[in-house]
């Protein structure tokens, strides 16, 4: 009886330690890239200065505070429109180490040359 009622016990822990370390995987596969927000608006980048790893995956989550614009990382061949209203979501792994430009490449107004930010990668 005693006996009986532990076991239970036990595998009902055991039970529960698996799920655990089954959500516990899931977060984990989920959260495998850091995600580095950044926010548009005329004509400057927040933040305007990005750090990232070789070979570490990174999602963008882009947002603008105004118009659409653009987010474009040349040397790594990624861009994508900024819409209002939505969070842009864009993947990158960086696979050389420098100091690249990131910049707006749709024309939003007077300071759009001068829009732009840097990536710095170590
Ligand atoms: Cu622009």
């Not at 959260?31 to 980048?45: D, K, L, P, Q, T």
């Not at 614009?69 to 861009?79: A, L, N, V």
């Amino acid at each position: 009886m005693t006996v009986d009622r532990h076991r239970r016990r036990a595998l009902a822990s055991g039970a529960a330690l698996l799920a655990a370390a089954a959500l516990g995987a899931g977060v984990a596969a989920r959260g495998a890239e850091r995600v580095i927000h950044v926010s548009a608006r005329r004509f400057a980048y927040t933040p305007n200065r990005i750090e990232l790893k070789v070979g570490e995956p990174v999602v963008f989550e882009l947002v603008t505070e105004d118009i659409v614009m653009g987010f474009s990382i040349p040397d790594f061949k990624m861009r994508s429109d900024i819409v209002p209203g939505k969070t842009m979501r864009v993947p990158l792994t960086p696979d050389r180490a420098g100091t690249f430009i990131f910049l707006c490449d749709i024309f939003c107004g007077e300071g759009h040359e001068n829009m732009n930010g840097q990536l710095v990668v170590s």
